[in-house]
T-cell receptor
Framework: QKEVEQDPGPLSVPEGAIVSLNCTYS??????FMWYRQYSRKGPELLMY????GNKEDGRFTAQVDKSSKYISLFIRDSQPSDSATYLC????????????FGIGTKLQVIP | DAGVTQSPTHLIKTRGQQVTLRCSPK?????VSWYQQALGQGPQFIFQ???????QRGNFPDRFSGHQFPNYSSELNVNALLLGDSALYLC?????????????FGNGTRLTVT
């Protein structure tokens, strides 16, 4: 079993839809949770960074963390064609030197 | 404010050769991590450098080695290249403030081994 599980998709939605992306994990020591967006032939770009359980909102993006269920989500409201990319969930343990563990990434296509 | 920069952007090598990849961290960052991203996969942690020392290492063989310089820039060296080493190599920088600083990535070096 992988430490971080993520459905690779692809996920195809119409423009304006609400997108829900999620990951599950097995390591209960994870305390920092991230979502990255990666366009083709580019490096990952940090979207959201949260600590422990709870919600965080930034514009059209909302990140949710449920540590009791070992489940994290990213919601994208009013999706745009420019949101078409691969979304990577990532997580790390607290303190010390930081090894980040990534999911496989979900490929999202927003159709105009 | 310059972000993380990596060079070269693309590289083609032959099996058995050696390669060196370079990274300059984001301004203000002092920690550099290297990741390998195979096609269709998430990035895999190779190692992390802080204060010019390797601090943590992932599940990669000794053929993978690195260095960090006093100006915080870093190199990744891979010896005796295998076909399976073909991947996107990503450098990420952060500020070591107790492990709370998120990673900022460069656009990577795409290595092809033939």
């Amino acid at each position: 079993q992988k430490e971080v599980e993520q459905d690779p998709g692809p996920l195809s939605v119409p423009e304006g839809a609400i997108v829900s992306l999620n990951c599950t994990y097995s390591n209960s020591a994870f305390q920092y949770f991230m979502w990255y967006r990666q366009y083709s032939r580019k490096g990952p770009e940090l979207l959201m960074y949260t600590y422990s359980s709870g919600n965080k909102e930034d514009g059209r993006f909302t990140a949710q963390v449920d540590k009791s269920s070992k489940y994290i989500s990213l919601f994208i409201r009013d999706s745009q064609p420019s949101d078409s990319a691969t979304y990577l969930c990532a997580m790390s343990e607290s303190g010390g030197y930081q090894k980040v563990t990534f999911g496989i990434g979900t490929k999202l296509q927003v159709i105009p | 404010d310059a972000g993380v920069t990596q060079s070269p952007t693309h590289l083609i090598k032959t099996r058995g050769q050696q390669v060196t990849l370079r990274c300059s961290p984001k301004s203000g960052h002092d920690t550099v991590s290297w990741y390998q991203q195979a096609l269709g996969q998430g990035p895999q942690f190779i190692f992390q450098y802080y204060e010019e020392e390797e601090r943590q290492r992932g599940n990669f063989p000794d053929r993978f080695s690195g260095h960090q310089f006093p100006n915080y820039s870093s190199e990744l060296n891979v010896n005796a290249l295998l076909l399976g080493d073909s991947a996107l190599y990503l450098c990420a920088s952060s500020f070591r403030d107790g492990g709370n600083s998120p990673l900022h990535f460069g656009n990577g070096t795409r290595l092809t081994v033939t």
